[in-house]
């Protein structure tokens, strides 16, 4: 299995300031066929199911805001929130989608208002 | 309005089983890979099984042999048959639907990220 990990656990960001979430994977997920990372970011608000904010690293879902960016490729990967606001406090998860029907998750970062 | 809606949880005692549904609107479940995601109370996210548009399905080793995904296609229905529970099952349970893409040629390509979720149904595991 693919393991995902992330850091840091935890940080605290003060309003409109820069948060950086970093993710690694125990083998590349570059699929070479395709010059594609098959790694996925995800928010997740207290008791509300996740949500897909970024797929193939760097390619922001739908309707998410473009202060939300993906970087990355291989195995280190990072999450940015150019300029964080209130309704970003969630937890992050990355995961990566490269190993066929056998998905996984890293263990989330938890992101407060300074 | 795309949306999916979990139901059957509950309170279950260790070896005991539990059906999960859930129902899908403002799309077709039998033409999307669909999946079941939990989360442990206070824990991280772990994938739990899938079903391709074709049929075939995929589990973790945590739960092969004992947990069963299937559809019923005429309610637009995803299920997930939990036997043999033990304490370490105990979670919400989402339902999702696995993103796709087009490709060159149009044809519908799915992949392993997720991008509509239900609201999750908890299962206790205990006596």
């Known amino acids: 299995d693919i393991v995902m990990t992330q850091s840091p656990d935890s940080l605290a960001v003060s309003l409109g300031e820069r948060a950086t979430i970093n993710c690694k994977s125990s083998?590349?997920?570059?699929?070479?066929?395709?010059?594609?990372?098959?790694l996925a970011w995800y928010q997740q608000k207290p008791g509300q199911p996740p949500k897909l904010l970024i797929y193939?690293?760097?390619t922001r879902e739908s309707g998410v805001p473009d202060r939300f960016s993906g970087s990355g490729s291989g195995t280190d990967f990072t999450l940015t929130i150019s300029s964080l606001q209130a309704e970003d406090v969630a937890v992050y998860y990355c995961?990566?989608?490269?190993?066929?029907?056998?998905?996984?998750f890293g263990p989330g970062t938890k992101v407060d208002i300074k | 309005e795309v949306q999916l809606v979990e139901s059957g949880g509950g309170l279950v005692q260790p070896g005991g089983s539990l059906r999960l549904s859930c129902a899908a609107s403002?799309?077709?479940?039998?033409?999307?890979?669909m999946s079941w995601v939990r989360q442990a109370p206070g824990k991280g996210l772990e994938w739990v099984s899938v079903?391709?548009?074709?049929?075939?399905?995929y589990y973790a080793d945590s739960v092969k042999g004992r947990f069963t995904i299937s559809r019923d296609n005429s309610k637009n229905t995803l299920y997930l048959q939990m036997n043999s529970l033990r304490a370490e099952d105990t979670a919400v349970y989402y339902c999702?639907?696995?993103?796709?893409?087009?490709?060159?040629?149009?044809?519908?390509?799915?992949?392993?990220?997720?991008?509509?979720w239900g609201q999750g149904t908890m299962v206790t595991v205990s006596s």
């Open positions: 403002g799309f077709t479940v039998s033409s999307n890979y």
């Open positions: 999702a639907r696995d993103r796709y893409y087009y490709d060159s040629s149009g044809y519908s390509r799915p992949f392993d990220a997720f991008d509509i």
């Open positions: 083998q590349s997920v570059l699929y070479s066929s395709n010059n594609k990372n098959y």
């Open positions: 193939w690293a760097s």
């Open positions: 079903i391709y548009s074709g049929g075939s399905t």
């Open positions: 995961q990566q989608y490269y190993s066929t029907s056998l998905p996984t």
